[in-house]
T-cell receptor, first 111, second 114 residues
């Protein structure tokens, strides 16, 4: 079982709709959860991070964490073509621990 | 804030050459820097974790004598790929972090060995 699992996609979403990206993790000791966006040929860019159960909203982005289910998701509202990218989920045990990355979900927003 | 600069962005060199890549945190002092490698259509692979003033911690399977990491200050870490060969061609990305804050990534270095 992979430590951090994501559906590789591609996930196609119409422009203006809500894109939902999912991630599960196996380490119950995980405390910190991150979503990074990576455009083709570029390095990852931090989008959101969440530490507590529940929802965290930042503009069009909402991160959702359910530690009991070992599940974290990213919702993108009012999807734009510029949101087309690979989204990487990453987790760690908090503190100064290294990140474990999923393999990423490729998202395509269809105009 | 949290800008990480990586240089060079692109390197093409002959087999057997050693290549140095620099990673700088521009507006913060990074207690920890990380070096990743990414092959096409694959996820990030952590190579090593670097703390200022101490030896880097390498991940299993990464040759420390081939990938030399120096973290001389809180704002600079370097990765030297020694005697590079075509199989070392990849996208190398550094990241930096203060304490337990999120990691921020540099723009990456695309290394091509002929």
């Amino acid at each position: 079982q992979k430590e951090v699992e994501q559906n590789s996609g591609p996930l196609s979403v119409p422009e203006g709709a809500i894109a939902s990206l999912n991630c599960t993790y196996s380490d119950r000791g995980s405390q910190s959860f991150f979503w990074y966006r990576q455009y083709s040929g570029k390095s990852p860019e931090l989008i959101m991070f969440i530490y507590s159960n529940g929802d965290k909203e930042d503009g069009r982005f909402t991160a959702q964490l359910n530690k009991a289910s070992q599940y974290v998701s990213l919702l993108i509202r009012d999807s734009q073509p510029s949101d087309s990218a690979t989204y990487l989920c990453a987790v760690n045990r908090g503190g100064n621990e290294k990140l474990t990355f999923g393999t990423g979900t490729r998202l395509t927003i269809i105009p | 804030g949290a800008v990480v600069s990586q240089h060079p962005s692109w390197v093409i060199c002959k087999s057997g050459t050693s290549v140095k890549i620099e990673c700088r945190s521009l507006d913060f002092q990074a207690t920890t820097m990380f070096w990743y490698r990414q092959f096409p259509k694959q996820s990030l692979m952590l190579m090593a974790t670097s703390n200022e003033g101490s030896k880097a911690t390498y991940e299993q399977g990464v040759e420390k004598d081939k990938f030399l990491i120096n973290h001389a200050s809180l704002t600079l870490s370097t990765l030297t790929v020694t005697s590079a060969h075509p199989e070392d061609s990849s996208f190398y990305i550094c990241s930096a972090r203060v304490g337990s804050q999120p990691q921020h990534f540099g723009d990456g270095t695309r290394l091509s060995i002929l």
